[in-house]
């Protein structure tokens, strides 16, 4: 009996259904920094502003990047329903709380999904996912660094101005 | 009708329950759904539709809401078929379909084994 469904197809469905949730985790990523972005510009942020904005944009990448995979795997990529997505914040420095943690769930979301395929022996979506796992690297770092801004400075007098600044300034390197 | 102008002899059969039978042709490279009085061809990608279809039906609320009717039309943009199914054939070609997607994970397993390691 041929295997007509790896023929069609080299990812599995329980892969394909986890890209495809991460595909929906990333496009909520991207709306959910838009809506930062939002809010810091009305309430004056223009730098924070800005670094969430581009921060959408990656996670936009991010999610292309994944629903592009599936496809070329011979996979169903899902174009995904976004909603619930966070529009008020109690003050500035919440919002970079929110972005760690959010970083953060993205990455423990890689690891579960590299786990299944380490299961699976799924080699060739863990190489695909390393350049993920990489990311988040940086990813955690400059949510981390934006957040520790508010110890370094401080928000008193003119502290959220200097912070705001400061903000599209973190840049993170290997080396 | 399908059944006219394919051989039964070259079908392979993949699962089958009481109620019904999933068949491979190794000629078309497509599957065919015996289930529900209907012999319905399907190729890869819309046998995993009807799969996805069949599974993601709450069963529950079926069952539970009063005012609806206690059937459920089972198709999808795409395919030939439609099935007007109760609770009880959905949860019978929920069976049907998922162990034929066992088999297939068990078929690749083998032809892993047997055609596709260099030695
Ligand atoms: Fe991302
Ligand atoms: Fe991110």
Request: charged share 25%; with cysteine; glycine share 4%.
């Amino acid at each position: 009996m041929k295997d007509l469904m790896r023929i069609k197809c080299l990812i599995s469905q329980d892969i394909e259904t986890l890209l495809n949730q991460q595909i929906k985790k990333e496009a909520h990523s991207s709306s959910l920094y838009l809506s930062m972005s939002s809010w810091c510009d009305q309430n004056g942020f223009d730098f924070s502003a800005d670094y969430f904005a581009k921060q959408s944009e990656e996670e936009r990448m991010h999610q292309l990047k994944l629903f592009k995979y599936v496809l070329d795997m011979g996979g169903n990529a899902i174009s995904p329903e976004v909603n619930g997505i966070k529009t008020d914040f109690a003050g500035f420095r919440e919002v970079f709380e929110d972005a760690l943690e959010a970083e953060i769930a993205i990455t423990q979301s890689f690891k579960n999904i590299y786990a299944k395929c380490q299961n699976e022996q799924d080699f060739v979506t863990m190489e695909f996912l390393n350049w993920f796992l990489k990311e988040q690297r940086e990813e955690e770092y400059k949510a981390r660094r934006a957040l520790e801004l508010f110890e370094v400075i401080g928000e008193e007098g003119t502290g959220r101005w200097e912070i705001d600044k400061h903000v599209n300034k973190i840049t993170y390197s290997e080396q | 009708m399908e059944k006219a102008c394919i051989n039964i002899n070259e079908l392979i059969n993949v699962f089958s329950t009481k109620q019904g039978s999933i068949y491979q042709s190794d000629k078309l490279n497509c599957f065919f759904v015996d289930f529900g009085g209907k012999f319905a061809r399907y190729n890869c990608l819309s046998l995993r539709k009807l799969k996805k279809v069949v599974e993601d039906i709450d069963i529950d609320a079926l069952l539970l809401n009063t005012h609806k009717a206690d059937f459920e039309l089972v198709t999808f943009n795409g395919c030939e078929h439609i099935y007007l199914l109760n609770a009880c054939e959905i949860v019978a070609l929920k069976e049907l379909l998922q162990g034929t997607f066992t088999m297939f994970k068990l078929n690749h397993l083998i032809s892993d084994c047997l055609h596709r390691l260099v030695v």
